[in-house]
């Protein structure tokens, strides 16, 4: 069992209008530890009956929430986020059994997934609307903001606490309450925001979680009338799904979906430069980022050198239990996610690829997979195509700048992208070309509370974090005012 200092995080019920509770009919789940496989406990199986009381705690809580003024819910996110810095490693811990992420990595993204809390609390104060030059000499335009009313979350399983908070944070900020969903995969980590979030002084009713069976909760979240905006983060065939449902009580809608990341290293990068920008972006999460090169495309003078730098680095990466030092790669989440990657790799090496390195699944059994870098990947094979979500960097080759910008267009995706280049020219028309909402440019890190992340094309709607991710929170009102 897991071992932390504070064991009162560790819940193993939901948490709806302030009260820890059971599924209605009892049933519960198991919560696996993907390392070890050994069960973690449970948590309880609700369906839409325990969201719908979710959503009229939400609907009761609005009022008082949206009447505090911008400093007093500031201070209860920064609260929340200092809560969650002294408990990080516990935190880190409860991530690490229930996702498999190493250690390092968890305490990472607890860091981050707190950011979201002090950013949002901060920009709470900011909320501001404008007077607007009037065509009338006897009245004013007054434009407000106003908090859009009673939200959902659905959130994945790679991020369990980031994706959260960075819906949360904006949500609460503005003055809305939200019902979570949080991936079954990884319930822990969100239960134990909401533990967190009550001594924060967030009120009863203004966040609840619900967990479960996703069709019922995102039925119910989707089809009730009282939710006005849904945000959802996960695949683009359920945000897909989940956006008909919004349809016909016409919510508001941000999705954050699937990706396709091209990373393309030219001729003149900085190579071992490069190397470790495709190692932080691939094999980062085990590969499973929305964010994650799925396609490193490297051009003709410099290919065989780059492979072979990135193979050199990509051995040393230790595989294990996420909970030993030093791993830099734990399990993949599930089975499912190991038959991918298998599926990809036997897919391209039947239609011609090398591989240069890994290709199996790991000796440590579970859904351990490999480091694996495959060359000679062509536009034919299904990892040009699919979002592989696991360690597999496949070597695709170029020759021109127009053409790999061709090549990495070619996708319904367009989440995020990088290139390495030290050429000022070929920087700005490439950045300019790339048809994803982020880009990064000699790095292949670029997330960050303070920039605005989200997709084009088929990767989603809306942004999140940074200045804009309030907006999706805030409805405009204008009032006109007769003299
Ligand atoms: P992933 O591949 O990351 O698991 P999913 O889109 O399947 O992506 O899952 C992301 C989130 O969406 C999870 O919280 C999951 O439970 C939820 N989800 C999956 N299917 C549905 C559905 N039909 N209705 C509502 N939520 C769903």
Redesign the pocket.
């Known amino acids: 069992m897991l071992t932390l200092n504070d064991p009162s995080l560790l819940r193993q019920q939901a948490y709806i209008d302030g009260a820890w509770c059971d599924a209605d009919e009892s049933a519960t789940v198991d919560v696996i530890n993907p390392a070890t496989g050994d069960k973690l406990g449970t948590v309880p199986h609700m369906g839409a009956r325990e969201t719908r009381r979710a959503i009229e705690a939400a609907a009761a809580a609005w009022p008082a929430w949206r009447k505090k003024t911008a400093r007093e819910r500031s201070l209860v996110l920064r609260k929340w986020n200092d809560l969650m810095l002294e408990n990080a490693d516990d935190l880190a811990r409860i991530m690490t059994a229930e996702q498999g992420k190493p250690l390092a990595e968890a305490k990472g993204e607890v860091a981050y997934a707190a950011s979201f809390l002090e950013w949002f609390g901060e920009q709470a104060k900011r909320v501001a609307g404008e007077t607007l030059q009037s065509p009338w000499p006897d009245r004013r335009i007054v434009v407000t903001k106003e908090p859009v009313g009673v939200c959902a979350a659905?959130?994945?399983?790679?991020f369990p606490a980031a994706m959260i908070t960075r819906k949360v944070g904006p949500a609460l900020a503005a003055g809305c309450p939200i019902v979570l969903?949080?991936?079954?995969?990884t319930p822990y980590s969100a239960l134990a925001l909401a533990v967190l979030a009550e001594r924060a002084g967030v009120p009863k009713g203004v966040f609840s979680v619900v967990v479960g069976d996703?069709?019922a909760?995102?039925?119910e979240?989707?089809g009730n009338p009282t939710v006005r905006k849904l945000s959802?983060?996960?695949?683009t065939?359920?945000?897909r799904?989940?956006m008909e449902?919004c349809a016909p009580t016409i919510k508001k809608v941000s999705l954050e979906l699937g990706g396709n990341a091209s990373f393309i290293v030219f001729d003149d990068a900085d190579l071992d430069a490069a190397v470790e920008g495709a190692i932080a972006s691939k094999y980062r999460n085990a590969g499973q980022t929305c964010v994650c090169a799925n396609r490193i495309y490297v051009q003709d003078g410099i290919y065989e050198a780059f492979a072979a730098k990135l193979v050199a680095a990509v051995e040393k990466l230790k595989v294990g239990n996420g909970v030993e030092a030093g791993v830099n790669q734990g399990p993949l989440?599930e089975e499912k996610a190991v038959l991918k990657v298998e599926q990809h790799i036997a897919d391209a090496l039947a239609k011609g690829a090398r591989l240069l390195l890994g290709g199996k699944r790991h000796a440590l059994g579970h859904s351990f997979f490999q480091p694996t870098v495959l060359a000679d990947v062509t536009a034919d094979m299904a990892v040009a195509r699919e979002e592989t979500?696991g360690p597999l960097a496949p070597l695709f080759r170029f020759s021109t700048e127009d053409e790999v910008i061709a090549l990495a267009n070619d996708t319904e995706f367009g989440l995020a992208s990088y290139f390495y280049s030290r050429d000022i020219g070929r920087v700005w028309r490439v950045a300019e070309q790339i048809e994803t909402g982020m880009v990064g440019v000699n790095t292949g890190l670029i997330s960050t509370e303070v920039a605005p992340f989200g997709g084009v094309k088929q990767s989603g709607l809306g942004r999140e974090g940074s200045i804009y991710g309030m907006d999706d929170y805030l409805v405009v009102k204008y009032i006109c005012m007769g003299t």
């Open positions: 659905i959130t994945p399983w790679n969903k949080p991936a079954e995969l996703a069709k909760i995102g039925g979240l989707t959802f983060t996960g695949s065939a359920v945000g799904l989940l449902q989440i979500f």
